[in-house]
């Protein structure tokens, strides 16, 4: 076998490696993908809306981001983070956070600076989503919420949590 033969089925092979890793790392089609959630909002015993402990509107970082996202107590004392609204790109990794980093546009990396809940992953890229908050939870110092891409750690979009 010839050098250059040699040399063209290792630069092959190595190409094919690169091309397989960068698919399962950016799964680009996930860019042209919906996965639309319409969960039920959460209502208290007497099936009137619950109170709100704080509020915020999604400002896009990494992608393109709008939604609305609310902190309820449910009827049974349970804290959910109620996403309306939500459209944002679907990515890989994508997960809910509570964090205690401010929003700040055009920053899309400070949210993994501080501390954070994970709240698990995002159920869908748009629609009315529910994500219930941990028990013992302490939500006097996590001020945001953020759609974070685990996989890249940007944020693809935020919300301050404005108590109510």
Not at 80 to 96: E, F, K, M, Q, Y
């Amino acid at each position: 076998m010839s050098a250059r033969r040699v040399l063209f089925s290792v630069l092959t092979v190595v190409t094919v490696a690169a091309v397989v890793v960068g698919l399962y790392l950016f799964q680009p089609w996930r860019l042209f993908t919906t996965v639309t959630v319409d969960e039920a909002p959460v209502v208290a015993a007497d099936g009137a809306p619950p109170p709100l402990l704080a509020q915020g509107t999604f400002l896009s970082h990494e992608h393109d981001t709008s939604g609305t996202v609310v902190l309820q107590r449910a009827a049974d004392g349970t804290v959910v983070v109620r996403i309306t609204d939500l459209r944002t790109s679907d990515g890989p990794a994508l997960h809910v956070w509570l964090t205690d980093q401010p929003v700040i546009p055009d920053d899309w990396h400070n949210f993994d600076d501080g501390a954070h809940v994970d709240l698990g992953a995002l159920k869908g890229n748009e629609g009315n989503q529910n994500y219930e908050v941990p028990a013992g939870t302490d939500l006097s110092a996590l001020r945001s919420v953020s759609i974070w891409c685990e996989r890249f750690h940007v944020s693809f979009g935020a919300a301050t949590l404005t108590p109510v």
